[in-house]
């Protein structure tokens, strides 16, 4: 249903449809000018030629497409590409939960969803994943041509774009005419952060041999410091959880959706006659209804993202003669990222209720609960005994994480016409590669107590630490004294990853074409091999022979000072580094002590502890209420390099990651992770064109068929796991005998490791039709298209994440305990008080079965499967204006690859419980509806005859709904990424010499996830029967939701003559954030709605640009 708010955008685009008209009118048949008048021309400029580009390109497009053309050469819209396709009507804008910048969803479609392709070239991820890229940061947009955004489909494109194909032209030898060198100087910063930046570009092109050999060189560096304030209020996705009754209300805090026995229950008092000895602990369950609800873990972050990207581009295009073209041409692109996190934590609140009713466990003191049961304060007193916190700090880490990435694309091709014969030849190798290094280190002030409260302005949360103690003093972070002369210690992480993607394109198109051949023009068939190459590598040590472990290849180390005069003799200082004793996980043994002076550890505190960098905190948002301001943080560069004097950090580098030490004292290659996918493909199609009714009736038809092989390399290591009987003496206490108790425990034996090699098949036959019917020809057309799409699943989908290991059990073991729980219920105690071991026993039986842990990859995946079509009404009034309105619909038929665990699973003969993935259902359908209208304003009188502008509206809706439920709304969720209403707004002027450009878009709030983690207590498959051994106490969790998208961009350029241009920019000039939050529909925090129900806020700020272009 097309709501008001959908209403008042329509009338938006009927506004400016209007207007387009009138343009064309104005513009087709201008009266002739009277005696005395002067008639002035209008000069077609960057902005408006690259516009006429843009509607002509829609116009003889083969199917529905979106086009952006640069006004220049290297002078594309946008300095992102990403940025610029968002200007596309049923493209939005996305940022990430981390807070990057950048990425998109077309139609709703997720970037698994969306293929993009550069000269016809598959995108690289640098992920594990191997397949989803949309944030194009990779890549810098003054290579760019033209970009089209391809939501139809024509049986000669590559398969896989469900919400859109992005495809971006770069330019070659042979598009310019003359010789052009040129310049492209600029600065840039963030509102949130005080420094520039720069950025510089160089275009360089010229013909030989009279016009026969075009060499275009393209070079441009890039650095970009993005600033992003993120106040989190949850631990990841666990948003709000119960933890203790606080404000002793009757009524429910919630009402339990897995355990249909509590959930019945209407007092409190009522729990206790519910059973504790059953898979699911309804007792518990009962009285967690109750429980008040807590953030899970409010912390603060500042990211500085220094973001330096080199791109190149050299091509060759040579004109062997009149039939024969050939080109060679390489593009890499090279991205030298670092994310310096500072992040700010202090403890997560903790709390339950026993089998007794009784609130234990707990941390948090002086508790304020608001009406609907959300906490909106509490303490936290340092001390011994609960509900006290034995080790109370003010915890402020520096991440640094240093990422390497590099994509690499080189191509040649030949361009063959012959008559009617036109062949198109390309051989295309793209590779990319990601390494990534993750440095942490972490300091701590010492707090005798600490309060937590809500901001009421905007659901976020603060720390109020006590006037005892100097917060921004660098002494409060010197490390206190321990025992036996040592002082606490501080953590010091090293984390490598590296991931490799390769691509080999082979691709043959011939086209024949026909003069008088009826109704047909064309007819194009082709063939096309890919080959896909995944590989991972990362620092997990586990066995890999009986008795041999490889260690891990990160270090988690640990840097303490120790004082000589108050060691013991026995335990006496060994300053330096030393290795942690691994204990009983040998692959920690790489694992450091690094031990110094107190004098040498103070002074490192001294000179690495420093205020916040930048602006205020959340510095010019609105709501920030009284939000903490700043807080000090190390240096990580100052900090590492003051401790490496005294101490051998030679262990944090990437080596290990590679080759690595064993516990045999051999050095071993580590295994990976890789896929191999090869996808063979032909097509064939034609084009037609006649007349019907005196209408010109054009459109093509065609098939393509694909195969893909999946050779997956899986990494499994095999355990025997026995149920040894166990005898235990309890000695008398007081009155109480000495009692036995008889119990099991589990060893586990290695067996092998082994690196799968699963081949898959599949086959694919993807019909397109595309229609176009011109009533008024060369004007109004009312084009159709339908086709099936298939876009693969990721690489990791089909491989998996990590080493799985898998365990297998003798069935008379299962036998034996099943018999002795029977007889000796409560035996197994698992050490949590606020479970009941009856329940404890359940889960034990349900490890003791053949089990994998760990997510297996399933290479038999066929991914996600749907119908695209479209119906549009387009109008071009004339060569400046276009109008059109789209319907499309996406019929799902197989979902996206959903998370399932799975019994019998065959392995090695054997058959397992694992953690798999499988095809998702089908059933869901999106529709929505495209308004789209862009003109020049010749018609006007004056300066402003030089302006012009566009608008698009998309609303978007689902007949069904995703997969994931809200069990305690009992309600479906929408699905993910689909905002209902998105538009742009844009306008621009250009006289030849100022030209200026404003670009507004809306983005509608939009569904994310519900993702459950181990604090909300939800068991691992919905549909829990009371059998279930996941777990026997469940909590809640609520459905993830994000804001849209409020992004106001203005630029504007002058020309001083033909060869220097000067100009200034800003982006998000409304100081937009990005929000996750529960809706009220689904979860109230406050009766009056005043205060959202917030998971985090990322801000990223303004920024600002101003630069110089020269042209030669």
């Known amino acids: 249903m097309i709501t008001r708010t959908s209403l008042k955008y329509l009338a938006g685009a009927s506004l400016l449809a209007i207007s387009v008209a009138t343009a064309g009118q104005a513009q087709t048949t201008a009266p002739v000018a009277a005696k005395g008048d002067e008639v002035t021309d209008v000069v077609v400029v960057g902005a408006r030629r690259s516009e006429q580009s843009a509607i002509q390109r829609k116009k003889r497009s083969a ?18 590409i990403g940025d610029a396709i968002a200007r596309i009507a049923g493209v939005a804008m996305d940022v990430s939960d981390s807070g990057e910048p950048g990425g998109f969803a077309i139609r709703g479609q997720s970037p698994d969803l969306i293929r993009i392709e550069v000269d016809g070239m598959s995108m690289m991820s640098t992920g594990q994943d191997g397949r989803s890229v949309t944030a194009l940061s990779d890549m810098s947009s003054d290579l760019i041509k033209s970009v089209d955004v391809v939501k139809g489909a024509t049986a000669d494109m590559t398969p896989g774009g469900v919400g859109g194909t992005v495809r971006i032209e770069q330019r070659t030898g042979l598009d310019f005419a003359k010789p052009l060198y040129k310049f492209n100087l600029q600065y840039q910063k963030s509102s949130l952060d005080g420094g520039w930046s720069p950025r510089a570009n160089i275009i360089a092109t010229r013909k030989f041999f009279d016009g026969r050999l075009g060499v275009l060189f393209n070079f441009t560096y890039d650095q970009v410091v993005n600033v992003s304030d993120i106040a989190r209020v949850s631990n990841s996705s666990t948003g709000y959880v119960p933890l203790g009754d606080y404000d002793n209300s009757a009524e429910k805090s919630f009402t339990q959706a897995f355990d249909p026995l509590a959930a019945a229950v209407t007092t409190k008092a009522g729990c206790t006659a519910l059973s504790t000895v059953q898979g699911i602990n309804s007792r518990l369950n009962c009285y967690a209804q109750w429980e008040d609800f807590f953030p899970s873990l409010p912390r603060f972050s500042r990211e500085y993202r220094d973001d330096r990207i080199t791109s190149l581009q050299i091509r060759a295009d040579y004109r062997v003669n009149e039939n024969l073209t050939v080109f060679l041409s390489y593009n890499p692109n090279l991205r030298d990222f670092k994310n310096t996190a500072y992040n700010l934590q202090i403890a997560a609140p903790a709390g339950t209720t026993n089998n007794n009713g009784v609130l234990g466990a707990n941390n948090v003191q002086n508790v304020k609960v608001n009406e609907n049961h ?9 001390g011994t005994t609960a509900p006290n916190v034995a080790s109370l700090v003010w915890d402020s880490q520096v991440r640094n994480l240093h990422r390497i990435t590099e994509q690499h694309y080189v191509q040649a091709g030949a361009d063959f016409k012959w008559n009617n014969w036109i062949a198109k030849g390309r051989i295309q190798y793209s590779a990319s590669t990601n390494d990534r290094q993750d440095d942490t280190v972490k300091i701590f002030a010492q707090l005798p107590s600490v309060t937590f409260k809500m901001v009421p302005e905007s659901g976020l949360w603060t ?40 691509e080999w394109n082979y691709q043959l198109d011939v086209t024949r074409t026909f003069e008088d051949f009826g109704p047909l023009k064309t007819i194009k068939f082709g063939v096309q091999k890919r080959d896909k190459h995944n590989q991972t590598w990362r620092y997990d040590g586990f066995q890999i022979a009986p008795g041999v472990t490889l260690f891990h290849a990160r270090a988690l180390d640990v840097v303490r000072w120790c004082d000589p005069a108050t060691a013991p003799s026995t335990a006496p200082c060994v300053f330096g580094t030393t290795q942690i004793p691994p204990g009983t996980s040998p692959a920690n043994s790489l694992y450091m002590n690094h031990t110094i002076t107190r004098a040498q550890y103070n002074g490192i505190i001294d000179a690495a502890v420093v205020p916040l960098p930048g602006a205020r905190y959340f510095n010019g948002i609105a709501d920030r209420g009284d939000l903490l301001n700043s807080w000090m943080v190390p240096n990580f560069d100052t900090f590492y390099s ?12 990437p080596d290990c990651l590679y080759r690595c030490l064993a516990s045999d004292g051999k050095v071993y290659e580590r295994p990976t992770y890789s896929t191999e996918e090869g996808t063979l493909s032909a097509y064939i199609m034609s084009d037609f064109e006649t007349k019907l009714f005196g ?7 065609g098939v393509r068929y694909q195969k893909i092989e999946v050779q997956a390399q899986p990494s499994i290591i095999f355990y025997e796991r026995d149920a040894i009987p166990t005898t235990t003496i309890i000695p008398a206490v007081g009155t109480t005998p000495a009692r036995t108790v008889k119990s099991y425990a589990f060893t586990d034996t290695f067996v092998s490791r082994r690196v799968g090699d699963v081949n898959r098949t599949s086959e694919d036959i993807l019909p397109s039709l595309n229609l176009a019917v011109w009533p008024i020809e060369d004007q109004v057309a009312v084009r159709y298209s339908i086709a099936k799409q298939r876009a693969r699943p990721s690489l990791t989908q089909l491989t998996g994440t990590s080493a799985a290991s898998c365990y297998k059990v003798d069935p008379a073991d299962r036998e034996a305990l099943e018999a002795f729980f029977a007889q000796n219920p409560g035996a197994f105690d698992d050490g949590d008080p606020t479970t009941d071991d009856s329940s404890s026993d359940e889960n034990f039986l349900g490890s003791y079965i053949n089990r994998c842990t760990g997510r297996i990859g399933n290479p038999e995946l066929k991914g996600y499967d749907a119908v695209v079509s479209n119906l549009s009404l387009e109008w071009y009034p004339n060569k400046d204006s276009q109008f059109s309105i789209t319907a499309y619909s996406i019929d799902v038929k197989t979902g996206r690859p959903e998370e399932v665990t799975l019994s019998g699973y065959e392995l090695e003969s054997n058959q397992y419980t694992v953690a798999t993935y499988e095809d998702g259902d089908g059933g869901l359908k999106f529709t929505g509806v495209e308004l789209a209208a862009r003109t020049a304003f010749t018609f006007l009188p004056g300066p402003l005859r030089y302006t012009g502008g566009g608008f698009n509206y998309t609303f978007a809706k689902s007949s069904g709904s995703s997969s994931d439920y809200d069990y305690f709304s009992q309600q479906y969720l929408p699905p993910k990424s689909l905002s209902e209403n998105v538009y742009n707004v844009n306008l621009w002027y250009d006289d030849g010499k100022l030209n200026a450009r404003v670009a507004y878009q809306w983005r509608d709030d939009y569904y994310s996830q519900t993702s459950a983690l181990g604090g909300n207590r939800i068991p691992t498959g919905y549909g829990i029967d009371g059998t279930t051994s996941t777990t026997a106490y469940f909590k809640t969790v609520h459905p993830v939701f994000k804001t849209g998208a409020q992004l106001l961009d203005a630029r504007a350029s002058y020309k001083v003559n033909r060869y220097v241009q000067f100009f200034v920019e800003g982006k998000n000039l409304l100081n937009d954030s990005v929000t996750r939050y529960a809706p009220e529909e689904y979860i109230k925090l ?10 985090d806020q990322v801000y990223n700020g303004r920024r600002y640009y101003m630069g110089i272009i020269t042209t030669f």
């Open 463 to 502: 720390y109020q630490a006590p006037s005892s103690v100097d917060i921004f003093n660098p002494t409060s972070y010197y490390p206190i004294a321990a025992a036996n002369g040592l002082s606490a210690t501080t953590a010091m992480e090293y984390t490598p990853f590296y991931d490799e993607n390769s």
């Open 374 to 382: 959300f906490v909106t304060q509490y303490d936290m007193v340092r």
């Open 642 to 653: 003051m401790l490496s004097q005294y101490a051998n950090l030679s262990g944090h580098n």
């Open 63 to 80: 199917t529905n497409q979106d086009s952006i053309v640069a006004d220049d050469v290297g002078q594309f819209p946008d300095k992102n």
């Open 695 to 701: 209408m010109e009736v054009l459109g093509n038809i």
């Open 1086 to 1095: 406050t009766d009056d709605g005043s205060t959202p129900y917030v998971y």
